[in-house]
């Protein structure tokens, strides 16, 4: 039983993961002025910058739930989750040196739970 919760707990966060990859992702490739509004480190950053991260989290998001849902090659889950967590990983230090203390916790978080899901996942990795 333990271990169909600690299956139902990563499925759960790898939906909270593409979710919020997949929505943010989307507006920082193709919404740029939305970013810009939602997003203050978006006016510092280059507009190609911006748009590559986005298509990122956007595959990245895919990655987490689509492998793993089809069985079409289910170990991309793992690289995905470990992808993420390191542009998470980045982002937070760069909001920490920015001072901006709230989005540096929420992307630490976001890694956090990247990680678990690339953990949960090691045993699928050829």
């Not at 600690?6 to 507006?27: D, I």
């Not at 997003?39 to 739930?65: H, M």
């Not at 991309?76 to 901006?100: D, I, K, N, S």
């Not at 709230?102 to 976001?110: E, P, Q, R």
């Amino acid at each position: 039983m333990e271990g169909l919760e600690f299956h139902g707990l990563e499925w759960m966060f790898s939906g909270v993961l593409a979710v919020v990859f997949l929505v943010t992702g989307m507006n920082k490739a193709f919404r740029y002025e939305q970013s810009r509004k939602n997003f203050p480190w978006v006016k510092d950053v280059p507009r190609s910058i911006v748009r590559v991260i986005g298509i990122a989290e956007i595959l990245g998001a895919l990655g987490l739930i689509l492998p793993v849902l089809t069985g079409i090659y289910p170990w991309l889950t793992f690289y995905a989750a470990c992808a993420l967590a390191l542009l998470m990983f980045m982002a937070g230090t760069f909001h920490a040196q920015r001072r901006e203390w709230s989005d540096a916790v929420i992307t630490m978080i976001l890694l956090v739970m990247c990680l678990f899901v690339a953990y949960s996942r090691r045993g699928l990795v050829p």
